[in-house]
């Protein structure tokens, strides 16, 4: 219960920080998503950073690991969970299944959105 907790106040910090950081990117006036860019790109440094320290602690607490990896991170930005699965498979050696993971997850998730929308538009509109 106490791991669920700290997912959630986590996820409370990360989605508060996500929205703060994208605002402040999209005040200087850009008319790209900028915003997420720069999140995605922060949350795959940070998430970097925090496995990268992990790995060197012996016995970091899976509640602390959950805390920053899932609540922070997980509502920061999820494409910061996918370079860590897709870099976790090159690492591994796998190349071909972490290419066709990443191009899978950039085309489908944008050809599953437009369906969504379309299946909605044809619903309701």
Known sequence: ?????MIGM??????????GLSVWVMSFGHTLP??????????S?????GIGFVET????NETLRAFVFIGILGAFTTFSTF?????????????TTALMY??????????????????IQRLLG
């Open 1 to 5: 219960m106490l791991k669920l907790l």
């Open 10 to 19: 986590g996820g409370f910090i990360g989605a508060l920080a996500r929205y």
């Open 34 to 43: 900028f915003g997420t860019f720069v999140v995605n790109l922060v949350g």
């Open 45 to 49: 440094t940070l998430f970097g950073m």
């Open 57 to 60: 602690q012996e016995n970091m």
């Open 83 to 95: 370079s860590y699965e897709a870099f976790q498979m090159i690492r591994s050696g796998d190349m």
């Open 102 to 119: 990443t191009m899978l997850s950039v085309v489908l998730g944008l050809l599953f959105l437009w369906l969504g929308y379309l299946l």
